[in-house]
Nanobody, 122 residues
Framework: QVQLVESGGGSVQTGGSLTLSCAAS????????IGWFRQAPGKEREFVAA????????YYADFVKGRFTIVRDNGKKTVYLQMNSLKPEDTAVYYC???????????????WGQGTQVTVSS
């Protein structure tokens, strides 16, 4: 079992940057693929980025390509989402999730954090 805790959210202006962290507990963290999702008010939760268990592959939604970077440090049991050039439409609650399958939908992930709020003002 894996427990996940997100941190690093906050309020920034358009063009600003934030780095989100997803800290895990549990001995099997390094065997899980990790995804970042976000959910804006009134909208469904959507895929943002994912990284494989061994950092062999990274994947991004089209709307964040070139702006966001996902990395993981299995020694620290932490996955990071570096977010640059933030836009007001990036405003949402951001969640990290762990799963065995590499998929880009919420159904593929078994464990979820509580989320961290990101607000981008114009």
């Amino acid at each position: 079992q894996v427990q996940l805790v997100e941190s690093g959210g906050g309020s920034v202006q358009t063009g600003g940057s934030l780095t989100l962290s997803c800290a895990a507990s549990g001995r099997t963290f390094s065997s899980y693929n990790i995804g970042w999702f976000r959910q804006a008010p009134g909208k469904e939760r959507e895929f943002v980025a994912a990284i494989t268990w061994n950092s062999g592959g990274t994947y991004y939604a089209d709307f964040v390509k070139g702006r966001f970077t996902i990395v993981r440090d299995n020694g620290k049991k932490t996955v990071y989402l570096q977010m640059n050039s933030l836009k007001p439409e990036d405003t949402a609650v951001y969640y990290c999730a762990a799963g065995r399958s590499l998929v880009f939908t919420t159904s593929g992930y078994n464990y979820w954090g509580q989320g961290t709020q990101v607000t981008v003002s114009s």
